[in-house]
């Protein structure tokens, strides 16, 4: 017959006791002549036998007090009967709890200590990981109510805002997938913590570039001093991110956090000049006037003409979207 793994605990946070049943009956209790000695005054002086019959395990319950609880049921207090045992299984007696298991059951995956640092550790509270996280959701709909308040109520905005309010969520829940893969271990506040702080530099990132932009008087200085930030910051960050869920090295960790960084932001930053924004496409397209500061023009002409651009293109959209409406 084979043995038995017993692991024994109690409420709070005390370290589990195991121990192995190898002959039966295995007797159970508070009393010194016990196999298993309990230090647990709710425990009877002998409080339960197990038996091994055939190939299965059995259990008898001599408790007088308190009772014995397989799975959450209580087992008659007669001490002639034999109950079965299907093991894995939990039995509690008094208010120690003990799990059963065969010597040959599976163990849980070994906890790989990841390679944290005191930051690591500071963004990991509770605290840190709400308030950035609450911190992103307050900017991200004052922005928003900035923008949008002379059209809409603040509580229409606030339900347009409710999918990027989940983004520093979603993002901590995949990663903190990851980490379970790869650490077995979820560390979700400090992905929140990472994920919060990533998505608030960047909704103030898009913010500074037009004030940078009026203070150099030059679009393109603006977007290459936010270029430079943003390429260093995310590819410090993903770095960060990288060590977190996993046991890579800082070198192998900083290599891909500027290789990914820098290409995202390229692929970006060509996007953003290829593709001129088309306002007859959509009359709510004309937000993205605000990205051009009428100001730098050389000549009165210039502004006018881009004025009178744009309002006929705004005028075309709302003409076909009506004709779409009527259709």
């Known amino acids: 017959m084979e043995s038995l793994i017993i692991r024994v605990s109690k409420g709070g946070r005390s370290q589990p006791v195991f121990h192995r049943a190898e002959k039966f009956p295995f007797r159970i209790g508070r009393a010194f002549d016990n196999d298993l000695i309990i230090a647990d005054e709710t425990v009877s002086a002998h409080h339960i036998e197990i038996h091994a019959v055939d190939d299965s395990f059995k259990v008898l319950s001599k408790a007088d007090e308190n009772g014995t609880w397989i799975d959450k049921q209580r087992l008659a207090d007669d001490q002639q009967e034999l109950h079965d045992l299907n093991v894995p299984t939990s039995i509690n007696i008094g208010r120690t709890h003990l799990d059963l ?57 606030l339900v347009n805002r409710l999918l990027f309010f989940a983004i520093p969520i979603a993002i901590a829940t995949v990663m903190s997938f990851v980490s379970r893969m790869f650490l077995h271990s979820w560390r979700y506040l400090l992905q929140l913590s990472i994920a919060s702080f990533g998505c608030l530099v960047y909704l103030i990132t898009e913010e500074l570039n037009s004030v940078i932009s009026y203070f150099f008087t030059s679009q393109g200085i603006a977007d290459f001093l936010i270029l430079i930030f943003s390429g260093i910051f995310f590819a410090w960050l993903l770095a960060w991110q990288i060590r977190a869920i996993s046991t890579t090295s800082i070198r192998r960790a900083a290599f891909v956090g500027v290789g990914v960084a820098w290409i995202v932001l390229g692929i970006r930053t060509i996007q953003d000049i290829v593709d001129i924004p088309d306002f007859s496409t959509q ?8 990205r051009y500061d009428v100001r730098l023009s050389p000549s009165e002409g210039t502004v006018s003409e881009f004025v009178l651009t744009v309002g006929e293109a705004l005028q075309a959209g709302l003409t076909q979207e009506l004709e779409k409406d009527k259709s």
């Open 101 to 157: 298991h065969a010597s040959h059951s599976p163990v849980e995956p070994t906890l790989i200590i990841a390679r944290s640092s005191r930051l690591s550790e500071l963004a990991s509270t509770i605290w840190l990981a709400l308030g950035l996280t609450l911190i992103y959701m307050l900017l991200t709909f004052y922005y928003s109510y900035q923008q949008f308040s002379l059209n809409n109520d603040w509580t229409e905005i």
């Open 283 to 290: 009359p709510t397209m004309h937000n993205l006037v605000q």
